[in-house]
């Protein structure tokens, strides 16, 4: 697998910018599309969702298994070590969660599950199960857990919905935005399969046979997908929400939303390892969006909500005037995202002790 000198690995990268373009889209069709717009606006935001978050959950999952195995492996780090960083490090994205939500979102529960929050839990979820990945038991019980971890859900979800009514600060801070259960499945699915192709590349297995066996099954679930979807909706509320688990205002993916969900990552893996692995087309803009998902997660919020739509009161009918905000956006997170290292590096300089701004910083 061919890197850059940083040691990223291309495809991950990009998987991570087309993830942050979909979170951008759905959340600047909330908030500068105006209703007159009709239905597509509604559509936009719906069928953008599945796009952005469960491809970032299931990211976490995929990438923490090359992450494990190239530091207790390639650099002979111990468990104890690897752990504690990977603990640290989901840790401090709750609290990061808790900020942008007074920042940007002060009207709702301050400690409710945002997708942030959620990244970080599972990264704490995931790290003690990361030594027994290598055995093909505990690979296919996770499997079943992270099937299970739907499933229980969508059959509970009448009576926690009752249960939930006479507990409101566990359904504010349990069960609001993207609650572990359910979403912890998609991170779940992401370290099994990440172990395996991990591993897989690791020992300098021929990678073909990996991400054709992803695509054929992608390609099946979006086939279930569509004849479901055309037999069960109703135009024109084909693609909504009215069979997926909403709970708390809070949107949650049915049976057959799953499948549109599944059949997308499955398809979108493998087709972005081609072009930029095999074809090596990477294009150094979608890299840059990928490689500081978290800082432009983070501030392309407070850009979209506070300043355009709250502070300067954009608000658009035409879809010209709003595709061009929406480019405009995208390369200006592009130029954040390229000064972002530079800015990094120099507040490491005045934060460090008089004579060790020299010294090496570790990455999370």
Same mark, same amino acid.
């Given at each position: ?43 936009? /935001? ?48 709750? +609290? ?9 979102? +002060?009207?709702? +529960? ?18 003690? /199960?990361? %030594? ?27 009576? !926690? ?20 259960? %359910? ?38 679930? @979006? ?21 997926? !688990?909403? @709970?708390?205002?809070?949107?949650? %993916? ?28 990477? %294009?150094?803009?979608?890299? /840059? !969006?990928?490689?500081?998902? @978290? ?6 919020? /407070? ?60 990455? !999370?």
């Amino acid at each position: 697998m061919a890197s850059g000198a940083s040691g990223r690995v291309f495809f991950l990268d990009g998987l991570r910018g087309v993830a942050i373009i979909f979170m951008v889209v759905n959340h600047t069709a909330r908030w500068w599309l105006d209703l007159s717009v009709g239905w597509p606006r509604y559509h936009i /935001i719906y069928l953008t969702l599945p796009l952005s978050a469960p491809l970032f959950l299931f990211l976490v999952g995929f990438c923490l298994p090359l992450s494990y195995l190239n530091s207790t492996v390639a650099r002979g780090e111990s468990f104890g070590q690897v752990a504690l960083r990977y603990l640290r490090r989901g840790a401090l994205l709750v +609290p990061l969660n808790w900020l942008l939500t007074l920042l940007v979102f +002060p009207e709702d +529960p301050l400690f409710g599950g945002e997708v942030l929050q959620t990244i970080g839990l599972s990264i704490v979820g995931l790290t003690p /199960i990361l %030594p027994f990945l290598s055995r093909r038991s505990a690979r296919a019980l996770l499997l079943a857990l992270a099937l299970g971890c739907y499933a229980t859900f969508n059959l509970a979800l009448p009576s !926690l919905r009752a249960w939930l009514a006479g507990h409101p600060v566990i359904s504010e801070v349990w069960f609001t935005g993207f609650p572990p259960w %359910p979403w912890f499945a998609f991170p779940l699915l992401g370290a099994v399969l990440g172990w395996v192709w991990a591993d897989a590349h690791r020992k300098g297995t021929d990678d073909r046979a990996f991400f054709s066996a992803m695509l054929g099954a992608g390609v099946v679930c @979006l086939a279930a997908f569509l004849p479901l979807e055309l037999w069960l909706g109703s135009a024109p509320l084909h693609y909504s929400s009215r069979r997926d !688990l909403v @709970l708390n205002r809070h949107w949650n %993916p049915g049976a057959v939303t799953c499948l549109f969900i599944l059949g997308y990552i499955f398809t979108v893996l493998p087709l972005v390892h081609y072009l930029m692995e095999v074809r090596r087309y990477r %294009p150094r803009w979608l890299a /840059i !969006l990928g490689q500081n998902a @978290l800082m432009l997660y983070f501030v392309h919020q /407070i850009i979209a909500l506070t300043l355009v739509r709250q502070r300067v009161g954009v608000l658009f009918s035409s879809w010209w005037l709003y595709v061009l905000a929406n480019v405009t956006l995208i390369a200006l997170l592009v130029g954040l995202g390229w000064v972002w290292p530079e800015i990094k590096r120099r507040a490491r300089q005045l934060a460090a002790p008089r004579g060790e701004t020299g010294a090496p910083v570790a990455r !999370l």
